[in-house]
C-alpha cells in the first residue's frame, strides 16, 4: 500500500527539537522535544522517507564548526535509527546566500538535491518547520505544509496566515501528526 507522502521534510531547530533563540553550538545544546519521537512514530505511518533540511548559518558565522554540526547530526541519526524511523538524509545550508535557487531556505536548493539523491515527487510530499521560509519553500515546489507554533512559530503566525497556505497550523509536531488526516 502507498503511503500519503513520498517524503516528509522537517525542520531541525523549533520544529523536532528545541530552538534556544540563538545557535545550537554542540551536542550538549541539542535537545528533542519531548514528544517528538511518538510524533515521528505517528507520521512514519504516512511516508517511508525524512529528510532533515536546516539553515545553518552559524558555520558561516564561526559561531559553530563542521565538526560540532556533523556530531549532532551523528546523533539524530543514531536516535531515528534506533526508533527504526526512515531518515534519509539530513541536508543543511551553512551560508546566507539568498536567491530561488539557493541552498538557504526559502530557495529549493536542499529539496532539488533530496528529489534527486531519493527520487522524491516533491509535489506529493510534506514539508512541516516553524518559520515562514519554511512554508515558502513548500508553497514553491508545490509541498502540503505544516506549520508549527513552537520555536520562531509564533513570531512568524501573522505573516504565514497573510502570505502562506499553510495546510495546517498546528501548536507543535505531536498534534500535527495526530492531525494528519485533516490535510
Not at 500500500?1 to 545544546?29: C, E, V, W
Amino acid at each position: 500500500m502507498s503511503k500519503q507522502f513520498d517524503a516528509i521534510f522537517l525542520d531541525r531547530d523549533g520544529t523536532i527539537s528545541h530552538d534556544p533563540y540563538g545557535y545550537i553550538n554542540s551536542l550538549s545544546d541539542y535537545h528533542f522535544f519531548d514528544y517528538a519521537f511518538e510524533a515521528l512514530e505517528i507520521f512514519s505511518k504516512h511516508t517511508d522517507k525524512f529528510i532533515i533540511v536546516t539553515n545553518q548559518s552559524g558555520l558561516a558565522s564561526g559561531k559553530i564548526d563542521i565538526e560540532n554540526l556533523e556530531e549532532i547530526n551523528s546523533f539524530i541519526y543514531k536516535e531515528f535509527e534506533k526508533r527504526n524511523l526512515p531518515l534519509k538524509k539530513i541536508y543543511f545550508s551553512e551560508n546566507y546566500d539568498e536567491g530561488y535557487d539557493s541552498m538557504r531556505k526559502p530557495g529549493i536548493g536542499m529539496f532539488v538535491k533530496a528529489k534527486e539523491d531519493f527520487n522524491i515527487n516533491l509535489s506529493k510530499s510534506l514539508m512541516i518547520g516553524d518559520s515562514i521560509v519554511d512554508m515558502q519553500v513548500g508553497d514553491r515546489l508545490d509541498m502540503k505544509t505544516i506549520f508549527l507554533l513552537t520555536g520562531m512559530g509564533k513570531d512568524y503566525l501573522d505573516e504565514v496566515k497573510s502570505t502562506c497556505k499553510a495546510d495546517l497550523i498546528s501548536n507543535n509536531l505531536l498534534e500535527a501528526s495526530k492531525e494528519i488526516a485533516l490535510i
